[in-house]
Antibody, heavy 122, light 107 residues
């Protein structure tokens, strides 16, 4: 069974940093692209970032470009999201999700983790 | 960026009703369109991928169609467990984008 378990969420002040992690199991992690999607309270889904299976290609939403960094460790089956210069509007539940085999594009997200809440507030 | 517009944003329906949700892309995305269902407090769940392929384990009352810029998700006979919010998502190009969602509630 494929499982994704996010961790690292919490309360942080504006301008601060946080690192989210996603532990994957039940599939050949190194063969699949991975992604982060967030959902602000009461709002819709917003794609944040994605990474190819090898980690060679990374992609970001305009809203987080230059502030967030996605990475993966295929030896540990983990996906990370380093979030710097956090803003109040980054407050959301952050989900990791399994993407397509090898590439992010022309594929879909399945399954998703349970999510981790990030709150940016003073 | 490709904008995804869903309609309606919400609808009320009864058990047994046929429900159709539409999703329009701001430019052609071929058939690179996925549909997700999300229930309150839960992670989204993939229903349909590549416009019309039913994800394993998803009931056959769900179906998807369309190509280019116009897509639809149809629930042939609404069941109590289908009351949820539905999102479309394009995977044609980055940044990947979602529609605003359609909330389906009980009439």
């Amino acid at each position: 069974e494929v499982q994704l378990l996010e961790s690292g969420g919490g309360l942080v002040q504006p301008g601060g940093s946080l690192r989210l992690s996603c532990a994957a199991s039940g599939f050949t992690f190194s063969s699949y692209a991975m992604t982060w999607v967030r959902q602000a309270p009461g709002k819709g889904l917003e794609w944040v970032s994605g990474i190819s299976n090898s980690g060679d290609s990374t992609y970001y939403a305009d809203s987080v470009m230059g502030r967030f960094t996605i990475s993966r460790d295929n030896s540990k089956n983990t996906l990370d999201l380093q979030m710097d210069s956090l803003r109040v509007d980054d407050t959301a539940v952050y989900y990791c999700a399994k993407g397509g085999e090898y590439q992010l594009l022309q594929n879909w997200f399945d399954p998703w983790g349970q999510g981790t809440l990030v709150t940016v507030s003073s | 960026d490709i904008q995804m517009t869903q309609s309606p944003s919400s609808l009320s329906a009864s058990v047994g009703d046929r429900v159709t949700i539409t999703c329009r892309a701001s430019q052609s995305i071929s058939r690179f369109l996925n549909w997700y269902q999300q229930k309150p407090g839960k992670a989204p769940n993939l229903l349909i991928y590549a416009a019309s392929s039913l994800q394993s384990g998803v009931p056959s009352r769900f179906s998807g169609s369309g190509s280019g810029t116009d897509f639809t998700l149809t629930i042939s006979s609404l069941q109590p467990e289908d009351f949820a919010t539905y999102y479309c998502q394009q995977s044609y190009s980055t940044p990947l984008t979602f529609g605003g969602g359609t909330k389906v509630d009980i009439k």
